[in-house]
């Protein structure tokens, strides 16, 4: 494909997309259903491999409005009807069964391979009209010289050619990378939640029967650490352990290899279904460090998707953020678009939402790395409290309050209060960013 030069478009764009991944490709379909014109800008040439493959039931809802939910199945991505949890001595916990609580078709939910997932969603933006350039990584953002507000960026193709393209609104989707994040020093690293994960992939590995075959497992190992076992189709499972670099790393081992083979009997449940596998493909090591951005936005650009925050991955709820969050900041900039006015003030709302879908899970994250929590404590001791935790475990976040949940979860364990931050840019104030301003103001 010849590379689309920025002197070649003859209308300007309306909004810049940084990154093609679930965030950035929700926020450009549906803005480019509303007949905005989209241009995303993506490093890497898709389909690529990446992480995250369980998705949690209230995706289906953005999906369905991407008009992708039947397509889910038509794909054969393996269904996931449940979680469980299965204590270090293979002790498996009740499943919380999705249909049981809410009869939807979002309570069959998927366990996805990113690199067809996210060609899909790619595809989607591309059929509603938004122009996606993959191997052209955004370089940094560009300012207005009076004012500071973001009016473009700055990319390069993989032969090196270096563009500039002007829209009045940008949107950083640029995931773990961040951006924005880290241009202008606005990343909060959760000093409680910094982990590290190994990963690999098995074939021939136990299913367990029934509607549990395709659910997620997270088994407990020593010290709060534990594994997710995740069936996918093609008779593969993704299994990887989380858990503190100390505790990885101790007996002085780095070879993630060995690391894996020492933890796999740790717990009697892992050991028991990986024993007939076989290990396929190389081994994947990160760190898990937990972040949010100090804001959501300033004048001209929004954060969405991993590019505002990071959450430990226990509960799934990457994919359905970074969906959520396209599927806000959409809305918000089409409204933003129409009102001609793209100061940081009309992200307000915006910043509010996300950050509560964040923090309700990031509570619960707290919780389950807390030596004195486990669900079935709670659930014994509040029994009438199941729906609401299912609730929170499913993605429904943003119509409900947490408090008795929070308050029962508090009688067992600390739960931290809020952050406060997260939200839009005070006026005239975005920290580190002031210097860029002022650079650009006098460039
Ligand atoms: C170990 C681990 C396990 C996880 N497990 C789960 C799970 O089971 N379920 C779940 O829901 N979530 C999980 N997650 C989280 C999930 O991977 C992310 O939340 C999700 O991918 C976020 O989507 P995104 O679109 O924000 O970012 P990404 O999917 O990372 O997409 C960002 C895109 O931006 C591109 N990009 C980056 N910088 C630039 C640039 N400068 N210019 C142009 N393009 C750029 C990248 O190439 C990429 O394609 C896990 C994460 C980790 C680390």
Same mark, same amino acid.
């Given at each position: 494909?010849?590379?689309?030069?920025?002197?070649?478009?003859?209308?300007?764009?309306?909004?810049?997309?940084?990154?093609?991944?679930?965030?950035?490709?929700?926020?450009?379909?549906?803005?480019?259903?509303?007949?905005?014109?989209?241009?995303?800008?993506?490093?890497?040439? *898709?389909?690529?491999?990446?992480?995250?493959?369980?998705?949690?039931?209230?995706?289906?809802?953005?999906?369905?409005?991407?008009?992708?939910?039947?397509?889910?199945?038509?794909?054969? *991505?393996?269904?996931?009807?449940?979680?469980?949890?299965?204590?270090?001595?293979?002790?498996?916990?009740?499943?919380?069964?999705?249909?049981?609580?809410?009869?939807?078709?979002?309570?069959?939910?998927?366990?996805?391979?990113?690199?067809?997932?996210?060609?899909?969603?790619?595809?989607?933006?591309?059929?509603?009209?938004?122009?996606?350039?993959?191997?052209?990584?955004? +370089?940094?953002?560009?300012?207005?010289?009076?004012?500071?507000?973001?009016?473009?960026?700055?990319?390069?193709?993989?032969?090196?050619?270096?563009?500039?393209?002007?829209?009045?609104?940008? /949107?950083?989707?640029?995931?773990?990378?961040?951006?924005?994040?880290?241009?202008?020093?606005?990343?909060?690293?959760?000093?409680?939640?910094?982990?590290?994960?190994?990963?690999?992939?098995?074939?021939? #590995?136990?299913?367990?029967?029934?509607?549990?075959?395709?659910?997620?497992?997270?088994?407990?190992?020593?010290?709060?650490?534990? $594994?997710?076992?995740?069936?996918?189709?093609? &008779?593969?499972?993704?299994?990887?352990?989380?858990?503190?670099?100390?505790?990885?790393?101790?007996?002085? +081992?780095?070879?993630?290899?060995?690391?894996?083979?020492?933890?796999?009997?740790?717990?009697?449940?892992?050991?028991?279904?990986?024993?007939?596998?076989?290990?396929?493909?190389?081994?994947?090591?990160?760190?898990?460090?937990?972040?949010?951005?100090?804001?959501?936005?300033?004048?001209?650009?929004?954060?969405?998707?991993?590019? $505002?925050?990071?959450?430990?991955?226990?509960?799934?709820?990457?994919? *359905?953020?970074?969906?959520?969050?396209?599927? $806000?900041?959409?809305?918000?900039?089409?409204?933003?678009?129409?009102?001609?006015?793209?100061?940081?003030?009309?992200?307000?709302?915006?910043?509010?939402?996300?950050?509560?879908?964040?923090?309700?899970?990031?509570? /619960?994250?707290?919780?389950?790395?807390?030596?004195?929590? &486990?669900?079935?404590? +709670?659930?014994?001791?509040?029994?009438?409290?199941?729906?609401? +935790?299912?609730?929170?475990?499913?993605? &429904?976040? $943003?119509? &409900?309050?947490?408090?008795?949940?929070?308050?029962?979860?508090?009688?067992?364990?600390?739960?931290?209060?809020?952050?406060?931050?997260?939200?839009?840019?005070?006026?005239?104030?975005?920290?580190?960013?002031?210097?860029?301003?002022?650079?650009? #103001?006098?460039?």
């Amino acid at each position: 494909m010849k590379a689309l030069d920025p002197t070649e478009t003859d209308k300007p764009w309306d909004v810049i997309v940084i990154g093609a991944g679930p965030a950035g490709a929700t926020t450009a379909a549906l803005l480019a259903e509303k007949g905005r014109r989209v241009l995303v800008l993506e490093k890497e040439k *898709f389909p690529r491999y990446h992480i995250g493959e369980s998705m949690m039931p209230y995706c289906w809802h953005v999906l369905d409005r991407l008009g992708l939910a039947e397509k889910m199945d038509e794909i054969g *991505f393996t269904q996931k009807h449940s979680v469980q949890f299965v204590s270090t001595n293979g002790k498996v916990s009740r499943p919380f069964y999705f249909f049981q609580h809410y009869e939807h078709p979002s309570s069959t939910t998927w366990q996805v391979e990113r690199s067809v997932f996210d060609q899909m969603l790619v595809d989607k933006a591309r059929e509603k009209g938004a122009i996606i350039l993959e191997e052209t990584k955004v +370089l940094d953002v560009v300012r207005d010289e009076q004012s500071g507000a973001v009016k473009g960026v700055k990319s390069q193709i993989k032969e090196g050619r270096v563009d500039t393209w002007y829209a009045p609104m940008t /949107v950083d989707a640029s995931g773990r990378d961040t951006l924005m994040i880290s241009k202008n020093k606005w990343r909060n690293r959760d000093p409680m939640l910094k982990k590290v994960a190994i990963w690999t992939y098995y074939e021939d #590995a136990v299913r367990d029967p029934g509607l549990d075959a395709g659910s997620t497992t997270v088994a407990y190992l020593p010290n709060k650490g534990w $594994f997710w076992y995740i069936p996918m189709r093609d &008779n593969r499972v993704s299994v990887g352990v989380v858990a503190e670099r100390e505790y990885l790393y101790r007996d002085g +081992l780095r070879d993630p290899a060995e690391i894996m083979a020492r933890e796999i009997p740790e717990n009697k449940w892992i050991a028991e279904h990986l024993a007939p596998a076989k290990q396929v493909g190389e081994y994947w090591v990160t760190g898990e460090y937990s972040y949010r951005s100090k804001f959501c936005a300033d004048d001209g650009v929004v954060l969405v998707g991993d590019a $505002f925050g990071f959450l430990d991955p226990v509960f799934s709820s990457g994919l *359905f953020l970074a969906l959520k969050s396209g599927e $806000f900041a959409a809305d918000t900039i089409d409204e933003a678009l129409a009102a001609g006015d793209v100061r940081a003030e009309r992200f307000e709302e915006y910043g509010k939402k996300v950050c509560w879908g964040m923090e309700m899970m990031r509570k /619960v994250v707290y919780a389950f790395y807390d030596e004195e929590f &486990n669900f079935s404590k +709670l659930i014994k001791r509040h029994p009438e409290l199941r729906p609401k +935790l299912t609730d929170l475990l499913i993605g &429904n976040v $943003f119509e &409900n309050d947490f408090d008795d949940l929070m308050a029962a979860c508090e009688e067992i364990c600390e739960i931290p209060g809020d952050l406060d931050y997260g939200m839009k840019i005070p006026s005239g104030d975005c920290g580190d960013c002031g210097d860029q301003k002022k650079a650009a #103001a006098v460039a």
